[in-house]
């Protein structure tokens, strides 16, 4: 009996041990094909992918809540995006101290995609002083945030900045733009995690918009982005795709190599021209006008062969009704009431059907010519700056634990970086598989379930001891 007794004691311990180690491993479900960039679209798998997506973050840009860390928050409304037939959101600002598991898990299994802002107000570029805002203490919380959110599959991409370039006089920040660029792909590579698209988010400007989306597109391939949204305004419906000028979009980015998106920018009134940094939640950015009754018309050329083979869908500005008066949703509290342009981008999404096949994408295409110094484009050389050096470490240490909203900010701290990199600085030391070692930390159920399996046949083989 003692044997036996022993035996249930080392039973219950051994099976408790189990639970509470399946509980640690539960993976965060596979329910979605991580997004690629080939040529100039976007894929899952062999199938072209377009982006149905919405601007999301509840409460508006001032407030600083993390809305995938709040489970109870983006499930209530993830029932709603799937009502309205998206597969992407895109969130500005997120809180890296804190677990997303849930809600990426539960997106993922709804089939819905991230694009991630990696900045925050406090841990971001300053247009005016770029070199010095670009230290290791803000390259630490983005790759913080990279870190965190590269386990996701879900995870569709990673916008290095948002409205930096805003007038001719901040076009010389534009290198250091590039240059985080350069830096997150080469930490992801190096960190071997998933080849996450990293690209960026320009103003509604004609005046040296399409300098950028060159510039980004020139030089080494370390140094390029793997994708390039724009905001844009000008479809107010009642409007046609001649009518808004789509038609002219789409010839002058004919040529363009990576994936286009559309996006529209935030009323340059709200903020104060001092005060917009680098991605800070206020720099907001999608498509649809609401100068006149939103009708969201743009949705029937954008997924058709009229645009398809340039650009890749795009992102509605926003989910939730703000100050500002964009909303699709009017949220008090736990309620949730669906306005009127709830319901017009629910049927056109439902009445505009993907184009079949690949779309007419570019499979090939070479990288751009850098734009030449002249009339607003101010950018001096094609050399980027260096990384700093205190920044070094990071790339085989890691970066650590996030800072979250709280935090000094890196602004005014660090150490800058000092001279300019060599073209091809920024190759990775190891590849970024498909699949990305960053999966290793996410045992599997069966990974889990063999486990189980190996303690029923220890349990097995204890309980055939007692009987002899």
Same mark, same amino acid.
């Given at each position: 009996?003692?044997?036996?007794?022993?035996?249930?004691?080392?039973?219950?311990?051994?099976?408790?041990?189990?639970?509470?180690?399946?509980?640690?491993?539960?993976?965060?479900?596979?329910?979605?094909?991580?997004?690629?960039?080939?040529?100039?679209?976007?894929?899952?798998?062999?199938?072209?992918?377009?982006?149905?997506?919405?601007?999301?973050?509840?409460?508006?840009?001032?407030?600083?809540?993390?809305?995938?860390?709040?489970?109870?928050?983006?499930?209530?409304?993830?029932?709603?995006?799937?009502?309205?037939?998206?597969?992407?959101?895109?969130?500005?600002?997120?809180?890296?101290?804190?677990?997303?598991?849930?809600?990426?898990?539960?997106?993922?299994?709804?089939? #819905?995609? &991230? *694009?991630?802002?990696?900045? @925050? %107000?406090?841990?971001? =570029?300053? +247009?005016?002083?770029?070199?010095?805002?670009?230290?290791?203490?803000?390259?630490?919380?983005?790759?913080?945030?990279?870190?965190?959110?590269?386990?996701?599959?879900?995870?569709?991409?990673?916008?290095?900045?948002?409205?930096?370039?805003?007038?001719?006089?901040?076009?010389?920040?534009?290198?250091?733009?590039?240059?985080?660029?350069?830096?997150?792909?080469?930490?992801?590579?190096?960190?071997?995690?998933?080849?996450?698209?990293?690209?960026?988010?320009?103003?509604?400007?004609?005046?040296?918009?399409?300098?950028?989306?060159?510039?980004?597109?020139?030089?080494?391939?370390?140094?390029?982005?793997?994708?390039?949204?724009?905001?844009?305004?000008?479809?107010?419906?009642?409007?046609?795709?001649?009518?808004?000028?789509?038609?002219?979009?789409?010839?002058?980015?004919?040529?363009?190599? #990576?994936? &286009? *998106?559309?996006?529209?920018? @935030? %009323?340059?009134?709200? =903020?104060? +021209?001092?005060?917009?940094?680098?991605?800070?939640?206020?720099?907001?950015?999608?498509?649809?006008?609401?100068?006149?009754?939103?009708?969201?018309?743009?949705?029937?050329?954008?997924?058709?062969?009229?645009?398809?083979?340039?650009?890749?869908?795009?992102?509605?500005?926003?989910?939730?009704?703000?100050?500002?008066?964009?909303?699709?949703?009017?949220?008090?509290?736990?309620?949730?009431?669906?306005?009127?342009?709830?319901?017009?981008?629910?049927?056109?999404?439902?009445?505009?059907?993907?184009?079949?096949?690949?779309?007419?994408?570019?499979?090939?295409?070479?990288?751009?010519?850098?734009?030449?110094?002249?009339?607003?484009?101010?950018?001096?050389?094609?050399?980027?700056?260096?990384?700093?050096?205190?920044?070094?470490?990071?790339?085989?240490?890691?970066?650590?634990?996030?800072?979250?909203?709280?935090?000094?900010?890196?602004?005014?701290?660090?150490?800058?970086?000092?001279?300019?990199?060599?073209?091809?600085?920024?190759?990775?030391?190891?590849?970024?598989?498909?699949?990305?070692?960053?999966?290793?930390?996410?045992?599997?159920?069966?990974?889990?379930?063999?486990?189980?399996?190996?303690?029923?046949?220890?349990?097995?083989?204890?309980?055939?001891?007692?009987?002899?």
């Amino acid at each position: 009996m003692r044997v036996l007794d022993s035996f249930a004691y080392s039973a219950t311990v051994a099976l408790a041990a189990t639970t509470a180690l399946a509980a640690t491993v539960k993976s965060i479900k596979r329910e979605v094909t991580a997004v690629t960039v080939k040529g100039n679209a976007f894929w899952t798998g062999d199938k072209r992918f377009y982006i149905r997506g919405v601007a999301y973050q509840p409460g508006g840009s001032s407030d600083m809540a993390d809305p995938l860390a709040e489970p109870d928050v983006c499930k209530r409304d993830i029932e709603k995006f799937k009502e309205l037939g998206l597969n992407t959101i895109r969130v500005y600002h997120v809180d890296n101290s804190m677990d997303h598991d849930e809600c990426m898990d539960a997106m993922a299994e709804a089939g #819905i995609y &991230l *694009l991630l802002d990696i900045n @925050t %107000p406090l841990y971001s =570029l300053n +247009r005016d002083e770029p070199r010095k805002s670009y230290n290791e203490v803000y390259l630490q919380n983005v790759f913080a945030t990279i870190d965190m959110f590269s386990k996701y599959d879900n995870v569709l991409g990673f916008f290095s900045g948002n409205e930096v370039i805003d007038f001719p006089e901040t076009a010389p920040a534009a290198p250091f733009v590039k240059a985080v660029t350069r830096d997150i792909r080469q930490y992801i590579g190096t960190r071997g995690y998933r080849k996450i698209p990293v690209g960026y988010s320009a103003v509604d400007d004609e005046t040296n918009r399409e300098q950028m989306a060159k510039y980004l597109n020139c030089g080494t391939e370390d140094e390029r982005s793997d994708f390039f949204a724009f905001n844009d305004y000008s479809w107010c419906d009642p409007s046609s795709f001649t009518l808004s000028g789509w038609d002219q979009k789409v010839e002058n980015y004919s040529s363009y190599s #990576i994936p &286009l *998106l559309y996006v529209k920018p @935030t %009323p340059e009134t709200w =903020l104060p +021209r001092r005060r917009r940094f680098l991605t800070w939640s206020c720099s907001l950015s999608e498509y649809g006008c609401i100068k006149n009754e939103r009708k969201f018309g743009e949705v029937a050329s954008l997924y058709s062969e009229d645009m398809s083979a340039v650009f890749s869908g795009g992102l509605v500005y926003e989910y939730s009704l703000e100050e500002n008066g964009y909303g699709l949703v009017k949220i008090e509290g736990d309620s949730i009431e669906e306005l009127d342009d709830f319901g017009a981008l629910k049927e056109a999404f439902a009445n505009q059907e993907d184009p079949t096949g690949d779309g007419g994408y570019k499979s090939d295409g070479e990288a751009s010519e850098c734009p030449a110094m002249i009339g607003d484009w101010e950018v001096e050389s094609e050399m980027l700056p260096a990384l700093p050096v205190k920044a070094m470490k990071l790339y085989d240490d890691g970066a650590g634990e996030g800072v979250g909203m709280e935090g000094l900010g890196s602004q005014e701290a660090g150490t800058a970086s000092e001279g300019d990199a060599e073209p091809g600085s920024g190759i990775v030391t190891s590849t970024a598989s498909p699949t990305g070692a960053a999966a290793a930390v996410r045992v599997p159920d069966m990974a889990v379930a063999s486990m189980v399996s190996t303690f029923v046949l220890m349990l097995s083989a204890l309980f055939g001891a007692a009987l002899l």
